[in-house]
């Protein structure tokens, strides 16, 4: 439809930019498109795509890592338009930073970008559930391997599990594409990083309820955050709407503070998974702070590491809470050894 859009107000030569996170091969589509609806232009189309991550964008513009620009690198006229939207970027960005590729390279290159981000996530988690069975501390071995520089320390932090827009609709993406021309090995493999993901996010409710006495039904159970990172009212896969799916269709009422979120942003979400909004009016409590969310609970998760629920008055919170008082950290924010002290049974990623 946008092409369509520009092909009918376009005249003479125009440059075509692909900004989004697309499936491979749509800079191929738009071309055709524009050539067969437009009476007067020619068009090159280009492949820009972004690698901004919330919370930190501007930053990410401003000083990016590298800059992709996919172009028709056949012909002249392709270089030329590739160079043309480089120029732009260099009024602020080293040139070296600017990588030249064929339109096919650029969109796949987004693709695979996110989904080997994920890929280390889901990697780390899945050695957090072998952390508990051994005693190991993930954190500690996240911490040594990170050491190695072939590996590197960023996206080794194990938790309940990724969320965004990104990860899973570009792994779904892979998949897609891998079994389209016939490589169900590769579908395969890039598969088992959304189940690793999927996995840990159920193995973190199950693990809510089995220390609750194997039910929560009826039980009330605080949540602190719902979007999926801190800094951004983002909640799109967020861990914490499976979590609270699988807590509420065991039974519990689940009492939610997110900073950013509000409800009726949770609602449809919840509803978007299959559930009926009626029942959700039942079991969930909407809250203005992490107390309000623990007052009179049996529990409390933590879904965001918001910065501010590092902070907060533990001492008060156990008070208030059922004992035994159960704290279930899917971030690794907390304090272990404070709120343990508090009289806390406390659960973390990870920790044995």
Request: contains cysteine; proline residues 3%.
């Amino acid at each position: 439809g946008a092409a369509r859009m520009i092909a009918k107000v376009a005249k003479g030569p125009k440059i075509i930019v692909e900004k989004s996170t697309i499936p491979v091969r749509t800079a191929e589509a738009i071309k055709t498109i524009l050539e067969a609806n437009s009476e007067d232009g020619t068009f090159q189309v280009l492949s820009n795509p972004e690698f901004l991550a919330e919370g930190t964008a501007i930053e990410d513009l401003t000083c990016p890592d590298r800059i992709l620009i996919g172009g028709d690198t056949t012909t002249p006229e392709g270089k030329d338009a590739v160079e043309s939207l480089a120029s732009v970027y260099r009024t602020w960005i080293p040139d070296d930073r600017i990588i030249r590729t064929n339109l096919w390279s650029s969109e796949l290159s987004k693709l695979v970008a996110n989904a080997f981000l994920a890929q280390r996530i889901s990697s780390i988690n899945s050695i957090s559930a072998l952390c508990e069975k051994t005693e190991a501390d993930v954190d500690e071995v996240a911490n040594a391997i990170g050491r190695d520089s072939r590996i590197g320390p960023k996206f080794l932090k194990a938790s309940v599990g990724f969320g965004g827009s990104c990860f899973q609709k570009d792994l779904l993406n892979l998949v897609y594409l891998s079994g389209h021309f016939g490589l169900p090995q590769v579908a395969n493999y890039w598969q088992a990083v959304i189940d690793m993901n999927e996995w840990q996010k159920e193995r973190f409710s199950a693990k809510i309820v089995q220390s609750l006495f194997n039910t929560v039904r009826g039980k009330k159970i605080g949540i602190w955050g719902f979007a999926f990172k801190k800094d951004t009212n983002d909640t799109r896969e967020s861990a914490a709407i499976y979590v609270c799916r699988d807590l509420i269709m065991e039974g519990a009422n689940v009492a939610i503070y997110d900073p950013q979120v509000g409800k009726e942003e949770i609602i449809a979400d919840l509803v978007y998974l299959g559930m009926e909004r009626e029942q959700l009016e039942r079991q969930i409590t909407f809250c203005s702070s992490c107390e309000e969310a623990s007052d009179s609970a049996h529990g409390v998760a933590v879904l965001t590491e918001w910065d501010e629920f590092k902070t907060v008055n533990f001492e008060t919170i156990y008070e208030k809470m059922f004992k035994p008082a159960f704290m279930f950290d899917g971030r690794n924010i907390i304090d272990s050894d404070k709120v343990k002290g508090l009289g806390f049974e406390f659960y973390s990623i990870g920790k044995g």
